[in-house]
């Protein structure tokens, strides 16, 4: 059996990229020097077996998932990925699967320029937490609460694949499987779109728990409504097969997982966006969200989920 130690030398220290890390695993802490005129943005994110993923799931795919979900928050204020720790709590040591593990988290990583920096390893129930730290300039980030009057509401991608991946996981029978599946399983965070967005977007919110539910934190902390078009919503032709077959309107506005990002932006600076998006709705005064469908509007009350309920 390997010690903890050589556990973390063996997985985990890895050769590091950024200038900004003046100490990186090995101390009791890492030294991260901050350039002059950035704000460091700071996230938490922890998966726990059998809420977060199934039991048996396939490592690599869960290493690249822990990250991304991590990045997909940095990526939401428009924060530039540095760094990472990683804290593992592990029912046993699997040197396979952490093998596998570590190659998803760090293939991820890599692509983002994004050390690891520190973290802990202990002994329990399977369960993993990441902090990311980012960079944004000063006064720059993009927030929930700063949405306005008039704003459209916009998304990345498609909404709904993930969801769909999950229930495909749980037994739905899908003709075409793959795309769903990858969305459910290796999640992309929108890192470049999330840069892209500041100075142009009014607020943002990554979509981790449904759209209803993530869009409804933006209204609730900025104090108004929304009202978005049902025929606008981005689906994938799978998600539209899913509806069609089982008449759940709903899946693709509240199920998790999406990792796409949801923003508002003024229809002047609407203009200036680059990235691909889909306009779904507008920003009303109205409290609460709404949608339209054929014309005719109905209220939306649906909450994304929640650990204590
Ligand atoms: P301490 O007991 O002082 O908290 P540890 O013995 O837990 O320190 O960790 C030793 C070093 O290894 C620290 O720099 C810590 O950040 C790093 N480390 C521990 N676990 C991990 C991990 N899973 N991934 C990356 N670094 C880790
Ligand atoms: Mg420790």
Known sequence: MISEFSLIDRFFKRQTINKALTLGIGDDCALLSIPKGYELAITTD???????????????????KLLAVNLSDLASMGAKPLAVTLALTL??????????????????????SVDLIGGDTTSGPLTLTVSAFGL??????????????????????????????????????????????????????QVEFGQALISIANACIDISDGLAGDLGHILEQSNVG?????????????VLAYIQDTGDLAMPLTAGDDYELCFTVS?????????????????????????????????????GYEHFS
């Open 226 to 238: 929304a009202c978005l078009d049902w025929d606008a919503l981005p689906l994938s032709p799978e």
């Open 46 to 64: 922890t998966m726990v077996e059998n809420v977060h993923f199934f039991a048996e799931c396939d490592p690599y795919l869960l290493g690249h």
């Open 136 to 189: 944004v300039a000063n006064g720059q980030a993009l927030r929930r609460s700063t949405a306005q009057l008039g704003d459209i509401i916009c998304v990345t991608g498609t909404l709904g694949d993930a969801g769909l991946g999950l229930k495909i996981n749980q037994g739905y029978a899908c003709k075409q499987p793959t795309a769903a599946l990858k969305r459910f399983n290796q999640p992309e965070p």
């Open 91 to 112: 029912p046993k040591v699997d040197e396979n699967w952490l093998n596998a593990f570590a190659d998803g988290f760090f293939a991820l990583a890599e692509r983002y």
């Open 267 to 303: 229809p002047e600076k609407l203009q200036t966006l680059t990235i691909p998006h889909a306009k779904i709705g507008v920003i009303e005064t109205l409290p609460g969200l709404r949608i339209n469908k054929s014309g005719e509007i109905q209220p939306f009350k649906v909450k």
